[in-house]
């Protein structure tokens, strides 16, 4: 067991890096294939420990595949627990016509030319990162452990600005419309101005949340933790439609067209229609299921 809790933490690592790091690059299929297998082949209690050594480490965040494998059975670690530790990822990287961004652990963001690996700047929020860099046009984004969300300019790596909620974060950044978003441990979804990182408004599900945002039609979908999926106006932060499945949903919402789809724990596979949040039909495969909903 101990060896193969070794293999997988490494195969964590490289799918990191490869994954995790850089959206443009793919874990490759050889990598892939390993690491599904390792994790296949481990029983609850070896995957529990995968989880708990891993957190022990630096690369604690690296067992995220771990917890995600875990969580879609009778997971033993509450959801919103799995969706923190995923995304506390100490170190991640993105890249952006020819440079790369990396965090360090230190609390910089370093910048480098990925064809000569020389240095273009360095910049510190003097801040802990718990999510990845997300980039949007000339900006990029990162969340702090102090509560704030810092923006800088991609080409000098100058602060914009600093915009605190004054609550932990669950998930990562969700930017569309020149809106970002972020879920609070307080059970908020926060709005906020990318270009001023002023804030636009807090909208409160009383529900721990499950997944990140999904934005569409200036509509946001999240999931909690008692059932629901909650939907909500992104000009407004007010409240659209509640929809209980009644069952615990392991999976990211889909949303395609007029239909949103979730998975949960009871083997169901939900529809809802995104504009008044009734359930379409119920689908039981019998099965439980080990990835989300994949909607063509």
Known sequence: MKKSIFVVLSLLVIAMFLVGCAPEEKLGPEEQQALDSELSQMSDEELNQVIE??????????????????SFGKYTYKPSTVLKTAYKIQSKRIVRAGVAYVLG???????????????????TTGDGFVGPIVVEGNV?????????????DIATGKEKWAYTTGDGFVGPIVVEGGVGYVLGESDYVYAFDIATGKEL?????????????VIKGGVGYVLGEADY?????????????AYNTGDALVGPI???????????????????????GKEKWAYSTGDGFIGPVVVK
């Open 53 to 70: 050594e891993g957190e022990m480490e630096d690369t604690k965040a690296l067992v995220g595949q771990a917890y995600q494998r875990r």
């Open 105 to 123: 652990e230190s609390d910089y963001v370093y910048a480098f030319d990925i064809a000569t690996g020389k240095e273009k700047w360095a910049y």
């Open 254 to 276: 889909v949303v395609k067209d007029s239909a949103g789809y979730i998975i949960g724990e009871s083997d169901y596979v939900y529809a809802f229609d995104i504009a008044t």
């Open 229 to 241: 999926v909650y939907a909500f106006y992104t000009a407004t932060g007010k409240e659209k439609w």
């Open 201 to 213: 408004w807090a909208y409160s599900t009383g529900d721990s949340f499950l997944s990140p945002v």
């Open 140 to 152: 990029g984004y990162v969340l702090g452990e102090s509560d704030y969300v810092y923006a800088f």
